[in-house]
C-alpha cells in the first residue's frame, strides 16, 4: 500500500469518515478486499455514489492502463468490507457483494458519474478499458436463510483449513522433508486463508451481535482469539522467512494447530445453534 494511501485510511478513520487536503468534500469510503494471490486484506480509499441501497464505486485507477488491484481482488472474491462515514461522525463497518455491472447499466452507471464528475470522463479518455462501475450490495443478516447460509459457509471453511493444516503437518513429517517452494506456497496459503477467513468473520460479526445480542460475550472472545491467531500466524511466517527447518518449523505449526482445533470448536459450539438451530 503506498503512503498517500495510508495516510488516507488513517485520517478516514480518525475523523469519522471525513478526509480533507485534495479530497475535501469528496465521498469516500474505504473497500477493504481479499488479495487474489495471498489472501491478506487489502484497503484502498474510493470514491462511491450511492445509488438506492447500494453503493458504487469505480475502477478508475486514475486513467491507467490496468484495472486498480482492488478490482482484480473482488472479481476473485466478492465478500468485501467497507467502512462509510456517519452522519454522527463514526465510521460504520459493514460486510458487502461486490457486483460488477455490466451492459447498459455500466454504461448508463458510468455516463451518470461522468456528469457528477468531469474527472471520471477524462479518466476514460486516457485509457483503452472501460472503466468498470461495482455495486457494493450490504450483507443482509436478517434472513433465515442467510443465517445457514453462513452456518454452512462457516463449517465448509473450518473443514478445508483443517485439511491444509493436516497437509502441512504431513509434509513436514515427511523424512526427506524441506523447506523447498511447495513448502513455502502451502504454508503461506495456510496463512492467507486464516488471515482472509477471520477479517471476513469480523466484518459480519457487529451485525451479527445486533442479531443476535445474548452472542456478545461469544463474540467478544471470538475477536480476541483472531488477534491471538494472528500473532501465531505472523510468527510462523517470520519463521519462515528466516529460513528454519521443519523441525524448527513442526512445533510451531503443532503449536498453531492446537489453537485453531480450540478455536474452532468454540466458535461452532456457539455461533452454528443459532444460526442454524434446526440444523
Known amino acids: 500500500m503506498s503512503g498517500f494511501n495510508q495516510q488516507v485510511i488513517d485520517e478516514f478513520r480518525a475523523h469519522g469518515g471525513r478526509v480533507g487536503g485534495m479530497f475535501d468534500g469528496v465521498s469516500l469510503l474505504l473497500l477493504t478486499t481479499t488479495g487474489a494471490r495471498g489472501g491478506r486484506a487489502h484497503t484502498t480509499p474510493a470514491v462511491f455514489v450511492r445509488d438506492g441501497a447500494r453503493l458504487l464505486v469505480y475502477a478508475s485507477n486514475g ?63 486516457g485509457t483503452d478499458r472501460p472503466i468498470p462501475v ?73 451485525l451479527l451481535q445486533r442479531q443476535f445480542p445474548h452472542l456478545a460475550d461469544p463474540l467478544d472472545r471470538i475477536r480476541r482469539e483472531h488477534h491471538v491467531v494472528a500473532r501465531t500466524v505472523g510468527e510462523l511466517e517470520a519463521l519462515l522467512s528466516s529460513g528454519a527447518t521443519p523441525a524448527t518449523l513442526r512445533p510451531e505449526v503443532d503449536r498453531l494447530a492446537d489453537r485453531l482445533e480450540e478455536h474452532f470448536a468454540y466458535e461452532e459450539s456457539r455461533l452454528l445453534p443459532a444460526l442454524a438451530p434446526e440444523a
Open 134 to 206: 461495482v455495486a457494493l450490495h450490504r450483507t443482509d443478516l436478517t434472513d433465515p436463510a442467510r443465517h445457514r447460509a453462513i452456518a454452512a459457509h462457516l463449517v465448509k471453511v473450518h473443514d478445508e483449513l483443517r485439511t491444509e493444516l493436516a497437509a502441512l503437518r504431513a509434509g513436514l513429517d515427511s523424512p526427506a522433508a524441506t523447506i523447498g517452494p511447495q513448502l513455502t506456497r502451502h504454508c503461506l496459503t495456510l496463512c492467507g486463508a486464516l488471515h482472509a477467513h477471520h477479517r471476513n468473520e469480523d466484518s459480519v460479526f457487529d
Open 63 to 125: 486513467g491507467g492502463p490496468h484495472h486498480p488491484a482492488w478490482f482484480h481482488n473482488l472479481r476473485a472474491d466478492a465478500h468485501v468490507t467497507v467502512e462509510l462515514g456517519t452522519p454522527e461522525g463514526t465510521v460504520e463497518r459493514f460486510a458487502a457483494t461486490a457486483v460488477v455491472t455490466e451492459g447498459e447499466e455500466r454504461e448508463r452507471l458510468f455516463a451518470e458519474q461522468c456528469e457528477r464528475d468531469p474527472a471520471f470522463a477524462a479518466y476514460q479518455a
